[in-house]
């Protein structure tokens, strides 16, 4: 009897296989394309930067050069601040977000805002508000009686300036990821709670922090490998300036490369941010998993 069931299925697993393996083939073949697409563009170009960044006469050199020590920090303060700041915004925001008022959905397409705005129009916006002789912040400040401010032409306030736009940009975003998270706590634990008398602040350190500690450590992560290779922000703002004092990494790269003409350069600075931007994905990874 087992050896008519064997029998009968045998004749059947066959030919599946065979389908199998040629609709595996059939869609490799239509997928070729991007896969070469993928090698030449993607793939050979990280192989050829880690084989350029094994020359160990490069860092020496840009140790030595005092810009790229000054855009090292520059870029611990950016992502440092940016990253920590905008989470716990966007924490505290999804609170109000999440309740179910009127008022508060057309608040939240408000706020929606500037992340659907595209990042050009919105950095050359800010480039005119902070400008020294007719940017409006200026106009305002004097219309109070101070003094006006070179925004963009002193380091702190054209890295702050920086800073505050990438919060202002992608707040929205990271704000709707917590109100997702907070709307999925069950309302059951919170309904408990107000049985047991807690209060709001005993809800938040006892029910959501909890329950959004995960969500809320893969979110900074991740908006740490995404923040770390922000180019468009500081390259169009202040592009380095003043004298090239408020460089990120990925901006003195682009320095180094095409105004310097140095692609080794470019080459170790991309490579002294690789460790970094794998130790952010790796945990990611085995967090997430």
Not at 39 to 55: E, F, Q, R, W
Request: with cysteine.
């Amino acid at each position: 009897m087992n050896q008519t069931a064997v029998g009968a299925v045998a004749p059947v697993t066959a030919p599946r296989r065979e389908r199998w393996g040629g609709k595996t083939i059939l869609g490799l073949a239509f997928c070729s394309p991007l896969i070469l697409i993928f090698l030449l563009l993607v793939i050979t170009p990280i192989l050829y930067m880690l084989y350029m960044g094994m020359d160990r006469s490069i860092y020496p050199a840009i140790f030595s050069d005092p810009i790229f020590i000054q855009t090292l920090w520059n870029t611990v303060i950016f992502v440092g601040m940016a990253v920590n700041v905008k989470m716990f915004l966007a924490l505290v925001l999804s609170a109000l977000f999440s309740t179910e008022h009127r008022a508060t959905k057309i608040l939240a397409g408000v706020f929606l805002l500037p992340w659907a705005i595209p990042a050009l129009p919105g950095i050359l916006a800010f480039r005119w508000m902070l400008n020294g002789e007719w940017g409006i912040v200026n106009k305002i400040l004097n219309d109070l009686g101070f003094a006006s401010i070179p925004w963009l032409v002193r380091r702190p306030t054209a890295l702050g300036a920086a800073i505050t736009y990438h919060i202002w940009k992608y707040l929205p975003f990271w704000t709707l990821i917590f109100v997702a998270g907070r709307r999925s706590i069950p309302k059951e634990l919170y309904e408990a709670g107000v049985i047991d008398g807690t209060s709001s602040i005993q809800k938040f350190q006892y029910i959501t922090l909890p329950m959004l500690r995960n969500l809320y450590l893969i979110c900074s992560l991740l908006s740490m490998v995404f923040t770390l290779g922000d180019f468009v922000i500081i390259k169009i703002m202040t592009g380095g300036a003043p004298g090239d004092s408020t460089h990120v990494l990925a901006t003195l790269a682009y320095r180094y490369t095409f105004q310097m003409g140095r692609l080794d350069w470019g080459v170790g600075t991309f490579v002294t941010a690789l460790p970094i931007t794998l130790l952010f994905i790796f945990i990611l990874i085995r967090w997430v998993k």
